[in-house]
C-alpha cells in the first residue's frame, strides 16, 4: 500500500517566531500527504467495482481513508492555532498573515479533493452493497421455489446435495450476511467522517469571517487615524495661515508708526532749525 498516511509528529503552537514557523511547517507538510494520500484513495476507488477489486484494496482503503481523516482532524486544529499567533513586529505582520491565508487556501483545496473522493467511495460501495442484497434475494427465491417443484425435482435436488453442502451453503450465507452487515456500518463511518469534513470547512468559514472582520476593524482603524492626521493637518495650516497674517498685521502695523515718527521727527527738526 501507499506509504502517504506515514506517521507525523503534531506541533503545539506557542507565541514566538519559532512557534509560528514550526508549526507554519508542520501544516504545510500535513497538506502534502493528505494531497498525496488523496491521489492514492482516487486510484484505489477507481479500481471498485473492476476485476483488480480485492477485499485487500478494500482494507488498504479504509486504513487510507481513516488515516487521512485524522490527519486533517488535526490539521485543522493547527490551523485555528496558528491564526491565534500574532506578532507586533510590523515587518512581520503582513508576512505572517499571507501565510496564514496561504496554508488555509492549501488545506481547503486539499480538504475538497478529499471529500470529493469520500463520497465516490460512499456513492460506490452503496452500489455494490445494493447489488450484493439483490442477489442475496434471488438465492433465496430460487430456494423457496424449491419447495413448490414437482416431487421428482425434490428427490433430485436431495440426489444432488448431501447434508455437507447443505450446511456449506448456509456458512456461506452467513458469512455473506456478516460481510454485508460489516460494509454498511462502514459506510456509515464514511458518512459520518464526511460530516465531520463539512464541520471542518463551517470551521475554516468562520475563521477566515472573523479574521475578516479583525482586518476591516483595522482598516477601519487606519482610515480614522488618517482623517484625524488629515484633520489635525489641515488645522495646523490654518493655525500656520492666522500666524502668518498676525505676523503681517504687525508689520505693516510697526511700518506706519516708523513712518508716522519719522515725519513727527522731521516736523519737529525744521521747526527747531528755523
Same mark, same amino acid.
Given at each position: 500500500?501507499?506509504?502517504?498516511?506515514?506517521?507525523?509528529?503534531?506541533?503545539?503552537?506557542?507565541?514566538?517566531?519559532?512557534?509560528?514557523?514550526?508549526?507554519?511547517?508542520?501544516?504545510?507538510?500535513?497538506?502534502?500527504?493528505?494531497?498525496?494520500?488523496?491521489?492514492?484513495?482516487?486510484?484505489?476507488?477507481?479500481?471498485?467495482?473492476?476485476?483488480?477489486?480485492?477485499?485487500?484494496?478494500?482494507?488498504?482503503?479504509?486504513?487510507?481513508?481513516?488515516?487521512?481523516?485524522?490527519?486533517?482532524?488535526?490539521?485543522?486544529?493547527?490551523?485555528?492555532?496558528?491564526?491565534?499567533?500574532?506578532?507586533?513586529?510590523?515587518?512581520?505582520?503582513?508576512?505572517?498573515?499571507?501565510?496564514?491565508?496561504?496554508?488555509?487556501? %492549501?488545506?481547503?483545496?486539499? #480538504?475538497?479533493?478529499? $471529500? +470529493?473522493?469520500?463520497?465516490?467511495?460512499? &456513492?460506490? /460501495?452503496? *452500489?455494490?452493497?445494493?447489488?450484493?442484497?439483490?442477489?442475496?434475494?434471488?438465492?433465496?427465491?430460487?430456494?423457496?421455489?424449491?419447495?413448490?417443484?414437482?416431487?421428482?425435482?425434490? %428427490?433430485?435436488?436431495?440426489? #444432488?446435495?448431501?447434508? $455437507? +453442502?447443505?450446511?456449506?451453503?448456509?456458512? &456461506?450465507? /452467513?458469512? *455473506?450476511?456478516?460481510?454485508?452487515?460489516?460494509?454498511?456500518?462502514?459506510?456509515?463511518?464514511?458518512?459520518?467522517?464526511?460530516?465531520?469534513?463539512?464541520?471542518?470547512?463551517?470551521?475554516?468559514?468562520?475563521?477566515?469571517?472573523?479574521?475578516?472582520?479583525?482586518?476591516?476593524?483595522?482598516?477601519?482603524?487606519? /482610515?480614522?487615524?488618517?482623517?484625524?492626521?488629515?484633520?489635525?493637518?489641515?488645522?495646523?495650516?490654518?493655525?500656520?495661515?492666522?500666524?502668518?497674517?498676525?505676523?503681517?498685521?504687525?508689520?505693516?502695523?510697526?511700518?506706519?508708526?516708523?513712518?508716522?515718527?519719522?515725519?513727527?521727527?522731521?516736523?519737529?527738526?525744521?521747526?527747531?532749525?528755523?
Amino acid at each position: 500500500m501507499d506509504g502517504g498516511y506515514s506517521l507525523y509528529q503534531n506541533s503545539s503552537g506557542g507565541r514566538g517566531e519559532r512557534d509560528f514557523h514550526q508549526l507554519a511547517h508542520s501544516i504545510g507538510s500535513s497538506i502534502q500527504k493528505i494531497s498525496k494520500n488523496v491521489t492514492s484513495m482516487q486510484r484505489m476507488v477507481h479500481q471498485l467495482g473492476t476485476p483488480q477489486e480485492s477485499s485487500d484494496l478494500k482494507s488498504q482503503l479504509r486504513q487510507l481513508q481513516h488515516y487521512t481523516q485524522q490527519l486533517v482532524k488535526d490539521t485543522n486544529d493547527n490551523i485555528k492555532e496558528l491564526s491565534k499567533i500574532n506578532t507586533s513586529v510590523p515587518s512581520e505582520k503582513q508576512q505572517w498573515k499571507m501565510q496564514k491565508e496561504r496554508l488555509t487556501e %492549501e488545506f481547503t483545496t486539499a #480538504l475538497t479533493s478529499f $471529500q +470529493e473522493v469520500q463520497r465516490l467511495e460512499a &456513492q460506490k /460501495e452503496k *452500489e455494490d452493497i445494493k447489488r450484493a442484497k439483490q442477489a442475496s434475494g434471488r438465492v433465496a427465491l430460487n430456494m423457496d421455489g424449491f419447495g413448490g417443484a414437482s416431487t421428482r425435482q425434490s %428427490e433430485q435436488l436431495i440426489e #444432488l446435495k448431501d447434508q $455437507q +453442502e447443505m450446511k456449506q451453503a448456509q456458512l &456461506q450465507e /452467513e458469512q *455473506e450476511l456478516r460481510e454485508l452487515e460489516e460494509r454498511e456500518l462502514a459506510i456509515r463511518q464514511l458518512e459520518s467522517d464526511i460530516g465531520d469534513v463539512n464541520q471542518i470547512f463551517k470551521d475554516l468559514g468562520q475563521m477566515v469571517y472573523e479574521q475578516g472582520e479583525v482586518i476591516d476593524s483595522i482598516e477601519a482603524h487606519v /482610515e480614522k487615524t488618517e482623517i484625524f492626521v488629515s484633520e489635525g493637518t489641515g488645522q495646523l495650516r490654518q493655525a500656520s495661515n492666522y500666524q502668518s497674517k498676525a505676523r503681517m498685521k504687525k508689520f505693516i502695523f510697526f511700518t506706519c508708526l516708523g513712518l508716522v515718527l519719522a515725519v513727527i521727527l522731521a516736523y519737529i527738526i525744521y521747526e527747531l532749525s528755523n
